[in-house]
């Protein structure tokens, strides 16, 4: 009787092809991750431009309600503004003169209230995206103010124009914009604009 064995096949992946499988997954899952983070960040800079165009709409009706903008938080110790928290206070001011001239403009969650310690009332301050306060800028210039400042709202020909300034510190979350231009409060030159991230209102 003849015995016919069937042969067994012992191919398989050699470890050589093993390594390419894994580096290749890695290299796509690096290019996703790289890219959701780029959508997020896409995201967090749309959200932040959004919540600067509501404050100042409500700040033009504070304004126009009251004449003349709220004060801001003034420099730290690093002779750059702290934070929001004198801003979104009068924003969100409830009191009788407030509602009286109507008020409040904006109202907030507490939780996006919340950061750093800056300034005497900086658990006021409006976080942005990143956590940071938004900053404010409030002040006068008795010649036509730069390009990228709001001019008040019943502003009196002849008097000091009354004018602020918004802004995030961006993704980075670095106070670049305020007090950091060679040139400020003239408009940053090309190449300051290349060197930092934030969101501004100008």
Same mark, same amino acid.
């Given at each position: 009787m003849v015995i016919i064995r069937k042969r067994v096949s012992t191919s398989g992946f050699t470890i050589v092809e093993l390594i390419v499988v894994i580096a290749i997954i890695s290299v796509l899952t690096g290019i996703l991750l790289v890219g959701e983070a780029k959508v997020r960040t896409s995201a967090k800079i749309k959200k932040a431009k959004a919540t600067i165009e509501? /404050?100042?709409a409500a700040l033009e009706m504070y304004a126009k309600n009251w004449g003349i903008y709220p004060n801001d938080d003034g420099l730290g110790a690093d002779n750059k503004f702290t934070g929001c928290s004198i801003l979104i206070n009068a924003l969100e001011s409830e009191t009788t003169e407030a509602r009286q001239k109507g008020g409040p403009y904006v109202k907030y969650a507490d939780e996006l209230k919340k950061? *750093? /310690?800056i @300034? %005497? !009332?900086? $658990?006021f301050s409006l976080l942005? *995206?990143? @956590?940071? %306060?938004?900053?404010?800028? !409030?002040?006068?210039y008795q010649i036509p103010s730069p390009y990228y $400042?709001?001019?008040a709202i019943g502003q009196v020909a002849g008097q000091p124009n009354i004018t602020y300034n918004l802004w995030s510190c @961006?993704?980075?979350k670095n106070n670049d914009e305020s007090n !950091?231009?060679?040139n400020y409060p003239q408009p940053p030159s090309s190449a300051e604009q290349l060197l930092y991230d934030d969101i501004v209102n100008w």
């Open positions: 509501q /404050l100042e950061g *750093p /310690l @300034g %005497p !009332s900086a $658990n942005d *995206p990143w @956590g940071q %306060p938004y900053r404010y800028h !409030s002040h006068t $400042n709001v001019i @961006g993704p980075d !950091s231009y060679t």
